[in-house]
């Protein structure tokens, strides 16, 4: 039984983390063991530390974890908000995406709702660092879908190969983007044994980015979760090889992962290139379906972090579970966790040594929208439109 005094030694010990862990932001030199032992925990506490100051907190505003502080430039935007139509019969606004985006001025302050009429738009979209809080709405019924096929080794206008980035048919470097029953598509085929084969059907690589009931199709490289603070919600990805890849920290929930593999590939390929950096991926409550044999993850990044909670696996999970990529001295860094997952696919027993099977308080950081900061960027689309919601967001207002 935890005594008094452990409860004031343990509060102390929180305060003394929290203090060290302003100082050292981020968590450096993970080479041995004990040190990642100790950066488990440090990560289970921090997490419980968070969680008692965010339950503390008086300000409720609704959002993913029900409480909440907006970050203010978003609230701005989101108060400002303004829509416009895309339809290829030339009954919107604008015919194709493109126009729409061209339409929005440099630095906007205010959400964009491009609200796109269903059909097949085959566009090259970027969405430059300069336009942030885009949001593509479709049509939940019959979902818009943007399609395009290059691949690495297309031609760009330089003459030279586009490579894996520049493949992308939806490209989103801007911060604050959102896209709602949307479906993106990259139609090149992977042929086994070409090099530069890979397809990106989206490629993100702004922060605080979420993606409701959205599809994305192709083959290698489907989704390049590139960069920054991401949400996927009842999603569904599909590809061969490394279909869901990159540097991001996203919270992927309620997703479909289908694989289309032929022979043996991995399903993720997350790249942690460096122990200081916070970047992982979290799939919960989500099924791995398809065909092949699938790794979990491989280790694109020396600290690659991936964790699967209540998942369901279907048969065709390779037993070993994961990969290192041919890099042994990858086994001791990389952070693969999974936890409460069911399935032909979730048996542990042939797991490689490395593989974590999480407690719950190993878990618990990684299974919430807080995984990725959610509480200050994070609104769901149902509370976006509900009246209580805009009269928090516009205080003293009746609306
Ligand atoms: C991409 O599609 C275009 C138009 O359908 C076609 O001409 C081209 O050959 C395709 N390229 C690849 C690499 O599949
Ligand atoms: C997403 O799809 C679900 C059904 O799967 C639906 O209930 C929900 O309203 C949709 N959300 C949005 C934002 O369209
Ligand atoms: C880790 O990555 C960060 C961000 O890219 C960089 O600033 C830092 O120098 C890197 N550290 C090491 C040890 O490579
Ligand atoms: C897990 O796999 C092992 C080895 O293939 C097998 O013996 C065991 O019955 C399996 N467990 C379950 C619950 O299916
Ligand atoms: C916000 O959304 C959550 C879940 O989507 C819901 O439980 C809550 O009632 C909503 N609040 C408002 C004010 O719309």
Known sequence: MASKSHFYLNTLF??????????????????????YSRWVSWNVNNHQKRAML?????????????????????????????????SQDGTGDFKTITEATNSIPPYNTRRVIIAIKPGVYREKIFIPRTMPFVTFLGDSSEPPTITGNDTAS???????????????????????????????????PHVIGTKQGQAV???????????????????????????????FNNCFIQGSVDFIFGS??????????????????????????????????????????????IYLGRAWGDYSRVIFSYTFMDKIILPQGWNDWGDQRRDS????????CTGP????????????????EEARPFIGTYYVEGDTWLISPENLSSPAFKSLMHPGTNI
């Open 333 to 340: 860094r990389v952070y693969y966790g999974e936890y409460q």
């Open 54 to 86: 965010m339950a503390k907190s008086t300000v409720q505003t609704p959002g993913a974890d029900g409480k909440f502080v907006l970050d203010g430039k978003l609230r701005q935007a989101e108060m400002n908000s303004v829509r416009v139509t895309v």
């Open 345 to 360: 696919g979730a048996n542990l027993t042939g797991r490689v040594a490395w593989a974590r099977v999480l407690t719950d």
């Open 248 to 293: 991001g920290r996203s919270f992927y929930e309620n997703c479909h992962l289908n694989s289309i593999a032929k022979k043996v590939a991995s399903l993720t390929a997350q790249k942690r290139s460096n122990s200081s950096l916070a970047s992982g991926f979290s799939f919960k409550d989500s099924t791995i379906t398809g065909s092949g044999l």
């Open 154 to 188: 297309v031609s760009g206008k330089d003459g030279k190969p586009l490579r894996t980035y520049q493949s992308a048919t939806v490209a989103v470097d801007a911060n604050y983007f959102v896209a709602i029953s949307m479906k993106f598509e990259n139609t090149a």
């Open 201 to 231: 059907a989206l490629r993100i690589s702004g922060t605080k980015a979420a993606f409701y009931n959205c599809s994305f199709y192709g083959n290698q490289d489907t989704l390049y979760d590139h960069k920054g603070l991401h949400y």
């Open 14 to 35: 929180f305060l003394l983390l929290s203090i060290f862990c302003l100082k050292s932001s981020s968590w450096s030199l993970l080479d041995t063991e004990r040190d």
